[in-house]
């Protein structure tokens, strides 16, 4: 167990309870039930069962958590197979997220899905910034190139919000990509991340192209 990391400073986010419920699911699925339960274990978190979080939109849960848990799955499995379950977990999120009947995601409905591709893609990252931003203490920001979007989100740079950006950073690289695998009726997209230090902030942004990977 992991004792340096059992703190919950208060300058950590919080998001609300639904999502977190709902990345707790998509680890359990990705991970398994026996894996799940260790990582739970091993991050001092057995008490986070998912029958103990509510479905609750309000920002109530410490992100302090996720990041014991992400620093967990680092020392359990190394840091590329932690980036790849992260990643594999973030896939599952977003389905998660979009069965959910409320609040729902907002990004398939007629007034997105009707645009061109280009327009489609920014609106669909505008959208995702907005909802995640009304549910979390996170800023989020967008921005349009010819080839793709950059989305990306900023904590105070301090070593504790760098492990949790790092984790959250891989789930939503996860998210984009079945997010774009489902828009794109099963095409893959190439998606870049990249991490910045910029004055007092850490920044995590991932690049996404419009265009899916023909190769």
Same mark, same amino acid.
């Given at each position: 167990?992991?004792?340096?990391?059992?703190?919950?400073?208060?300058?950590?986010?919080?998001?609300?309870?639904?999502?977190?419920?709902? @990345? /707790?699911?998509?680890?359990?699925? +990705? !991970?398994? %039930? =026996?894996?799940?339960?260790?990582?739970?274990? *091993?991050?001092?978190? &057995?008490?986070?069962?998912?029958?103990?979080?509510?479905?609750?939109?309000?920002?109530?849960?410490?992100?302090?958590?996720?990041?014991?848990?992400?620093?967990?799955?680092?020392?359990?499995?190394?840091?590329?197979?932690?980036?790849?379950?992260?990643?594999?977990?973030?896939?599952?999120?977003?389905?998660?997220?979009?069965?959910?009947?409320?609040?729902?995601?907002? @990004? /398939?409905?007629?007034?997105?899905? +009707? !645009?061109? %591709? =280009?327009?489609?893609?920014?609106?669909?990252? *505008?959208?995702?910034? &907005?909802?995640?931003?009304?549910?979390?203490?996170?800023?989020?920001?967008?921005?349009?190139?010819?080839?793709?979007?950059?989305?990306?989100?900023?904590?105070?740079?301090?070593?504790?919000?760098?492990?949790?950006?790092?984790?959250?950073?891989?789930?939503?690289?996860?998210?984009?990509?079945?997010?774009?695998?489902?828009?794109?009726?099963?095409?893959?997209?190439? @998606?870049?991340?990249?991490?910045?230090?910029? !004055?007092? %902030?850490?920044?995590?942004?991932?690049?996404?192209?419009?265009?899916?990977? &023909?190769?």
């Amino acid at each position: 167990m992991i004792a340096a990391a059992q703190s919950e400073p208060s300058a950590f986010a919080s998001c609300a309870n639904f999502l977190a419920r709902a @990345i /707790f699911a998509s680890l359990d699925e +990705t !991970l398994g %039930k =026996t894996f799940y339960a260790n990582l739970l274990r *091993e991050s001092g978190l &057995e008490q986070v069962a998912l029958s103990a979080l509510s479905d609750e939109v309000g920002k109530s849960f410490p992100l302090s958590r996720l990041s014991r848990l992400f620093v967990a799955l680092e020392k359990m499995e190394g840091t590329t197979a932690q980036r790849g379950l992260l990643q594999r977990s973030g896939r599952a999120w977003f389905l998660n997220l979009q069965r959910r009947s409320s609040p729902s995601l907002g @990004i /398939f409905t007629a007034q997105v899905l +009707t !645009l061109p %591709k =280009t327009l489609k893609i920014k609106r669909s990252g *505008e959208i995702l910034a &907005e909802y995640f931003h009304r549910y979390m203490d996170i800023e989020f920001s967008v921005q349009a190139s010819p080839t793709g979007i950059r989305w990306g989100f900023g904590l105070p740079h301090a070593q504790q919000n760098s492990l949790l950006g790092s984790g959250l950073a891989d789930l939503w690289v996860g998210f984009w990509s079945e997010f774009l695998y489902t828009l794109s009726g099963g095409k893959h997209h190439l @998606i870049h991340l990249n991490s910045e230090v910029q !004055l007092e %902030k850490q920044a995590w942004v991932i690049d996404i192209p419009y265009l899916p990977f &023909e190769g």
